[in-house]
């Protein structure tokens, strides 16, 4: 701001960016700055940014500044602040190293479970092997190599090896 000598100096600053305020990611609204007549600079505080735990995409809290009284507004009218995300991705991995069924079943569920809720879509890809004549040709089972897909917040769930065939071999 460029002010007004021996005058009260306020400034309008509007809060916005992709990180949520009212205590979810910080804390500061919409308000309006006041400098002392005399003062030169003065300070608009986010509080209260939350280190939460989950795996996230960096945060922006953007504030601009409008509507000087006795001053103008100089080049820089918008700061960005990037609230930097300090958490680890989670780990997948199945429940159990290894199960087994009846061929009669028809159908077998491989439980798999996150570490920890993230708030990104997780993805993994899986690779089917064995012995078991199949990987998808309806020999022996139905399960190709695919990608598990986990939207956010969930964290746990399964692949179905589908279609047991309960031959006489």
């Known amino acids: ?6 005058r009260e100096v306020t400034v309008d600053y509007a809060v916005t960016g992709t990180a949520t305020g009212s205590g979810t990611d910080y804390t500061l609204a919409n ?4 400098l002392a007549a005399g003062a030169t600079t003065g300070n608009i505080t986010i509080a209260s940014i ?13 504030v601009t500044l409008s509507n000087p009284n006795n001053a103008t507004l100089g080049t820089n009218t918008a700061h960005t602040y990037t609230i930097t995300d300090n958490d680890n991705a989670p780990t997948i991995a ?3 190293a290894s199960s087994s069924g009846l061929e009669s079943v028809r159908s077998a569920n491989l ?3 996150l570490s920890t809720a993230s708030s990104k879509e997780v993805t993994v890809d899986y ?14 089972y139905t399960l190709s190599n695919g990608t598990l897909t986990l939207a956010a917040g969930v964290t ?9 065939i309960n031959d006489s071999e």
């Open 156 to 164: 746990a769930g399964n692949i179905t090896i589908a279609s047991i």
């Open 94 to 96: 199945f429940n159990d």
């Open 50 to 62: 939350i280190d939460d735990a989950f795996d996230e995409g960096n945060e922006t809290v953007v």
């Open 31 to 34: 308000g309006t700055l006041t």
């Open 127 to 140: 690779a089917v092997t064995g012995t078991a004549t199949g990987s998808g040709t309806g020999i022996d």
């Open 111 to 113: 439980a798999y479970t």
């Open 1 to 6: 701001l460029s002010a007004a000598s021996g």
